[in-house]
């Protein structure tokens, strides 16, 4: 379930920008643009995101709740308050541990043009 992104110049309580709803993962838009995009998802117990591989890095932040990321077969368990980068072009998919909410910050990779 996608939306509009929020009105900007406006105060948000991150948490509370997306409720959850049963059996679903929420998507709320913050801000799109074409080198990268910021949401916030909620996941009910037992919702994921399939595994994908995007010309995106990512940053995902755990704003509420437990979930498992595994990048490139590797899992990393994450909790409220912690956050890890997704680096593009990994294999990589979100498993829940019960109910969670998250940002996901994707900025496009292959701009960086000589940068070591």
Same mark, same amino acid.
């Given at each position: 379930m996608?939306?509009p992104? /929020?009105?900007?110049a406006?105060?948000? %309580?991150?948490v509370? %920008?997306?409720e959850?709803? #049963?059996?679903s993962v $929420?998507? =709320? ?6 080198? +990268?995009?910021?949401?916030v998802?909620? @996941?009910?117990s037992?919702? &994921?995101?399939?595994?994908? *591989?995007?010309p995106?890095?990512a940053f995902a932040?755990?704003?509420? +709740? =437990? !979930?498992?990321? /595994?990048?490139? &077969?590797?899992s990393? @368990?994450?909790?409220t308050g912690?956050?890890? /980068?997704? #680096? !593009?072009? !990994? #294999?990589?998919f $979100?498993? #829940? ?7 996901? *910050?994707?900025i496009k ?8």
């Amino acid at each position: 379930m996608n939306s509009p992104e /929020v009105e900007k110049a406006k105060t948000l %309580i991150t948490v509370e %920008i997306i409720e959850y709803l #049963p059996n679903s993962v $929420v998507i =709320k838009t913050i801000l799109k643009k074409s080198t +990268g995009n910021i949401s916030v998802m909620s @996941f009910d117990s037992g919702e &994921g995101l399939t595994e994908r *591989t995007t010309p995106f890095d990512a940053f995902a932040q755990i704003i509420d +709740g =437990k !979930a498992e990321i /595994v990048i490139s &077969g590797e899992s990393h @368990f994450l909790e409220t308050g912690q956050s890890i /980068v997704i #680096p !593009a072009h !990994a #294999p990589n998919f $979100v498993r #829940p541990n019960g109910r969670f909410k998250m940002i996901m *910050t994707m900025i496009k990779s292959g701009y960086e043009i000589g940068i070591s």
